[in-house]
C-alpha cells in the first residue's frame, strides 16, 4: 500500500471537550449518511479523520469537516456496483428465463464478495503500513466510527483497542438486527423477501428458510475471509462477530415509524431520517418552475446515487405518463432526453431533494425505495410511487405500501398505462397522503431529534471510554450456553434417570409383592 | 361496593392540551413512585384521577395533585404485608428449622393470592358499580396508568377502551421485562436468586429451574384468579396476558445502570431513579446536626416504608454499634428507643432521604435494599450498607455488591462486630466511593431526565390515542408460533420424508442393478 497523503483543511473549532474520532466509512450511498454525522461532529468541535481509498467514488479527500487519510486501493466499488445492479434490471425487463437469473445471482455473491475481500485486503494494507499506524496510534483517537455493512473497520478498532461506534443497517450478516438483538422469526421477518411482522403459517415457513438460506449463503461468500482476517491478525481465539457484537453503540438508520416494531437491545440507538431537515428556499430557477405548479402541484422523482438512468425504452414510456398529467414534474434524469418529454417535465442532473420534498405543492414522491429517500418523504409527509430495483429496495418500499403510504410499480412490466395509472392513484387517493401524513407526525413526535440522539451517544462514548454497561453478556456465549441448549439437556437427562429410578423402584416393589404373594400361596 | 366520594380539589392549570388520566395505583411503597409521576403531570396541567380503596395504605383522598375516587374496600394489603415481612425476618433471626421455613414460603404464596384476590374483588366491584361505570365512562378520559404488580388497572382499561401505560417494575408473573422482552435465561437472571448476568453452568442451571418453579408457583397461586376474572368479565376469547402485553407504553422503574443488560422492546421506556432530585436544604434542627459531621462525615439509615422498626435485639447491636464511630449518624427509627444509643446518634421518625443523600457530609447510606433508595443512592453516589429483608431486596443490593458500590450484611446474623466491620469497610474502603461515584456519573450522563421521559411518553399516547407502532406482534401470537415450533416440526416432517424417499430411490435402484446383475450372471 502506499500511502498517499493526509489533508489538514479540517478547521477546529476552540471548544471545551473536542474529541478524536477516526471514521472508516462505507462508499456509494452509505457515505451519504456517515457524512452528516462527521459533519454534526465537525460542527459541535470534535476533530474527525476519516480513511478513505484513493479510487473513492464519493468520499472526497478534501473536505472542510475532516481530515483525510488516503489509502491506495486498485479494487473500487463503484464499477462492481453500477454493472450489477444494471444487469438485474435489464433481466428483469427482458424477462429472462430462470436460469438467467440464477446465473446473475450466483454472479452477484461473486461480486458481493469480491466487495469484501477487497474492504479487507485494504484493512490489511493498513495493518501493515507502520508508518500509518504509528501516525493512527499517536493520533490518541477516542473511538473508531464505521459503517459495518463492510465489517473490516471493527478489525481497526480492535487493533487500536478503542471503543466502537457503529452508523447501521446492515452487517455483512444481513440487517444489523440479526447480528445483536432476539429476532424471533415468527414476526421479524428477514430481510429480501417484502414479508411484514403478520405472516401465515406459509410466509413462517419461508422466513424460516430464507433466513437458513442466507445463512447457508454468507457462510459461503463472506465468512470465511473474515475469518482468515481474523485468524491472521488476532489469532484462533477471536471471532469476528464476538468483535462486531461487542460495539459500544449501535447508531441505527432506521426506527419503528419505517421498520415494524422488534426487540432491540441497550446499545441500540434509533436514528432513522436523522439527514432531514426542514426546506430551505429553492435555487432561482427551481423556485419559478416549482411556483407554476401551484394550480395542479408538484412531482418529484430521483432514483438515488445508485442509478444515473433507467433503459431508454422505460424512460419514454415514463417521460409520455408525465408529459399527460397537468402536475408539474422534476425529474432527476442524466442519460439522454426522452423524445416524449412534456412541457409539464423538468430534467435535472441534480436536485435538492429535501428541499423539494418539504415544498408545499410536492404531491407524490417518485423514488427508487432506498432508505434515504423513503425517509425524507416521511419526515415530509409526501406519498410515494415506489421503483424497487435491487438491494432494500423492495422491502423498503413494501413497509410504505403495508402502512398505505405508497404504490409500487414492477419496472419489469412498466408502460406509459400502468405508470400513469399507478401515479394517478397515488395523486388523487387522499388515503396514501393521510397515511403518510400520520407516519410524519409520529417522526416529528420524538422526545429528541434523531441526529442530536445519535450525537449524543457518540460523544457519550468518548467522555466515558465506551458503554459497557448497555452491551449484554450474549456476545461472549457460545450458541449453545446462549439458546441454554447444555442446561435443558442436563435437565432432560436428570429427569429422565430420576423416572427410571422411580421406574426401578416400582418394579422392585411389585416384584417383591408378587414374590411373598406366590410364597404364601405356594 | 359503596361509592363513596369524588374529591375535586385539583387545581386546574390553563395549558393548550389537558389530558385526562385516571389512575389504578397500587398502595405500599409503589405509591411513593405512582405520586411522582401524578404530580409531574399535574404540573403540566393535565387531570388526574385517582381509584382509591376506602382503607387505602397511603395512597389519601384529599391531594392539591388528583381528584380521587374512593371504593369500599375492607381487604387491604397493610396488614397482610405488615405481618408477612416481620415473620420472615423473625424466622431468619431465630434460625427456625427448613420445615418452619417451608411453612412460611407456603403461606406468603397464600398472603400474596389474597392479595390478588383483594385487587380483582375490588375491580369487580367498581364494574358491577353502574353509577360509577357511568360517571367514568362520561369523564372521557385519555388513558390508564396503572402499576401491573396487581394486574386489574388492565381489566380496567380494556373495559374502558383506552389505552393504557404501565408504571412498571413487576407483574403478577415477576419482572416486568420477562412479560413482553425476549429473556434469554442464560445471562438474564430471574429475580430471587441474586444471579448476574455472567453466570456458570451451575447458576444457569438453577436460574432454568428456578424459572419454572416461579411459573408453577404463579401458576397455582394467581393465574386461576386472573383467568377465572377475564371470562367472567370479557368472555373466553381473551386472555388476560395478551390484555396486558396489549399495553401501549411501559414506563420501567429501571435502568441498566442499576440493572444488567438485557434486551427490551420498542415500547419500554426506562425511567429508573426518575424520583431523584437535587437535595434541597435540609429543615433547620437536622441542618445542625449534619453541620456538626464536618469531620469525620454522616451516615444516614432508613429501612423504607415496610419496616418500621427491626427486632428489638438487632436495633440495639446496631445502636451500639453506632456508638463506637467518629461519624455521625441519623437513624430513621420508630420503635422503642435502644437502650445502647449513643450522642453521636440521632433517631427519627421520619428523613428527608434525597436531601441527606444529597449532603457532601453523607458517607455511607444504610438500607434494607428497595429500589427507591438504591437509585436515589446511586444519584447521589452514596456507597451501600444493605440489609436485605424480604422481596427485591436481596436482588437489588447483589446487583449493587457486584458494581463494587455496596456491602451486604446478613440481618439473621447480624451483631455489633459484624455490623461494625461491614460499615468500615464501607466507610474507609475508598473503591466503594469510586464506583458509586461511576454509576452516578453515568445516570446524570443522558440526553433527558428520566421523568421528562416518562411523561413525554405519557403525553405521547394521549396525543396519539396510543402507541401501536411500537408494539410487537408477539402479544397475538400462541407460544408455539411465537418460538416457530410449528414451522420447525414442519420442516423437520419435510427433510424427514425427502430423506425417506431418497432413501428409497437409492435403495430401487440398487435392488434394480443387484436384479440385473443376477439376471446377466445367470
Redesign the interface.
Known sequence: MNYISVTLLACILPLAYAGKVLVFPVDGSHWVNMKILIEELHTRGHNVTVLRASNSWHIKETSPFYISITVYDDGGIEALVDTFTRQILVNRREKLSFWAHLMLISKSGKAIEEMHQNQLAMMGEIFENKTLMDLILDAKYDLVLTDPAFGSGVFLAHRLGLPLVLNARWTMHGEAHFEI??S????VPIPGMELT??MT?GQ??LN??GYIFQHIHKARFVYPHYHSFCTKYFGDEIQYVSLLQNADIWLMRND??FE????????IVYMGAFQCKPAKPLPGDLQEFVQNSQEHGLIVMSLGTLFRYLPQDITEEIAAAFAKLPQKVIWRHTGPRPANIGNNTLLVDWLPQNDLLGHPHTKVFITHGGTNGIQEAIYHGVPILGLPLVFDQPDNLSRMKVKGTAKIVDVAELDRTSFSQALEEVLYNTSYRQNMGRLS??HH?Q??KPL??AV??IE?VM??GGAP??????FR?SWI????L???F??LIISAMFCFLIYLLIRYLCLKIVFKKKIKSD
Chains 1, 2 share one sequence.
Open positions: 438483538a432476539p424471533p422469526l415468527s414476526y411482522d403478520k403459517f413462517r415457513v424460516v428458510m419503528f415509524i415494524f416494531p422488534r426487540p432491540t437491545m441497550p446499545n407526525r409520529l413526535d422526545p429528541m442530536d440522539r449524543f451517544w457519550f467522555r466515558n454497561h448497555l452491551r449484554t453478556q450474549s456465549m450456553a446462549y439458546h441454554s447444555d442446561v435443558i442436563t435437565l
